[in-house]
T-cell receptor
Framework: KAGVTQTPRYLIKTRGQQVTLSCSPI?????VSWYQQTPGQGLQFLFE???????NKGNFPGRFSGRQFSNSRSEMNVSTLELGDSALYLC????????????FGQGTRLTVV | SQQGEEDPQALSIQEGENATMNCSYK?????LQWYRQNSGRGLVHLIL?????REKHSGRLRVTLDTSKKSSSLLITASRAADTASYFC???????????????FGQGTRLTINP
C-alpha cells in the first residue's frame, strides 16, 4: 500500500511568487491535513480537508490556501511568498473514522529567496 | 502555539540503554500520537493511544497516558543507533466525525544514541 506522496520534494522560489504543493493521500483516506515546520515555530497546523470541504484552519494569513479534489488529493497554495514562508510543508492523511492515526508524507522543502 | 511541552528537549544515551521522553498538554483530547522524524524528513507514526487507554506497547516502545495529569511518556527500550531522531507527541482534540482533525504538536525531544 503506497504511503502519502508529496510533490515536489524541494522547491526554490523568489519573494513575491506563488507556489502550489501537492499531496496524494493513502488510498481510502479521505481526511488530508497540512502542517508547516520551521525551526522557530515547530510544527504548526495549516488546514484540514475532508470530502472536499475545509473543516479546520490554523492561524495563518489568507495567503495560505488549499483545496481537496474528489479523489481526496489535495493542494495547498501560498501566494506572494515571503522569506518567512521557507519551511518544510508536511501533508498527513487519515482514514474517515474519528480517532485514527495520521500518516505523513516526506514533505516539501520550500526555500524562498 | 504549541499545546504540548516535551521534556527533555534533548537526550543523549548509550546504545542499549532505555530512553524516556515526556509530553504534557493542556486541553481534553481524543488521542495522543507519537512520531519520529529523522533529519528534517517526514514524520513516521509510532503509536496512537486513545484517551480511554492508559498504556500501550509496540515492539520496543511503551507509551503511557495519564489524562488526569494531561501527560504522556514514551519509553524506548534497548536503544539502537538507528533510534537517533527527534520524537514528537501530538494531540488530537477533534470534535467532528471522520479522520484526524487537527494535531497539535509539542516541540519535540532530540534523542541521540551513542554507539
Amino acid at each position: 500500500k503506497a504511503g502519502v506522496t508529496q510533490t515536489p520534494r524541494y522547491l526554490i522560489k523568489t519573494r513575491g511568487q506563488q507556489v502550489t504543493l501537492s499531496c496524494s493521500p493513502i488510498s481510502g483516506h479521505r481526511s488530508v491535513s497540512w502542517y508547516q515546520q520551521t525551526p522557530g515555530q515547530g510544527l504548526q497546523f495549516l488546514f484540514e480537508y475532508f470530502s472536499e470541504t475545509q473543516r479546520n484552519k490554523g492561524n495563518f494569513p489568507g495567503r495560505f490556501s488549499g483545496r481537496q479534489f474528489s479523489n481526496s488529493r489535495s493542494e495547498m497554495n501560498v501566494s506572494t511568498l515571503e522569506l518567512g514562508d521557507s519551511a518544510l510543508y508536511l501533508c498527513a492523511s487519515s482514514f474517515y473514522v474519528t480517532n485514527t492515526e495520521a500518516f505523513f508524507g516526506q514533505g516539501t522543502r520550500l526555500t524562498v529567496v | 502555539s504549541q499545546q504540548g511541552e516535551e521534556d527533555p528537549q534533548a537526550l543523549s544515551i548509550q546504545e542499549g540503554e532505555n530512553a524516556t521522553m515526556n509530553c504534557s498538554y493542556k486541553t481534553s483530547i481524543n488521542n495522543l500520537q507519537w512520531y519520529r522524524q529523522n533529519s528534517g524528513r517526514g514524520l513516521v507514526h509510532l503509536i496512537l493511544i486513545r484517551s480511554n487507554e492508559r498504556e500501550k506497547h509496540s515492539g520496543r516502545l511503551r507509551v503511557t497516558l495519564d489524562t488526569s495529569k494531561k501527560s504522556s511518556s514514551l519509553l524506548i527500550t534497548a536503544s539502537r543507533a538507528a533510534d537517533t531522531a527527534s520524537y514528537f507527541c501530538a494531540t488530537d482534540a477533534g470534535l467532528s466525525f471522520g479522520g484526524a482533525q487537527k494535531l497539535v504538536f509539542g516541540q519535540g525531544t532530540r534523542l541521540t544514541i551513542n554507539p
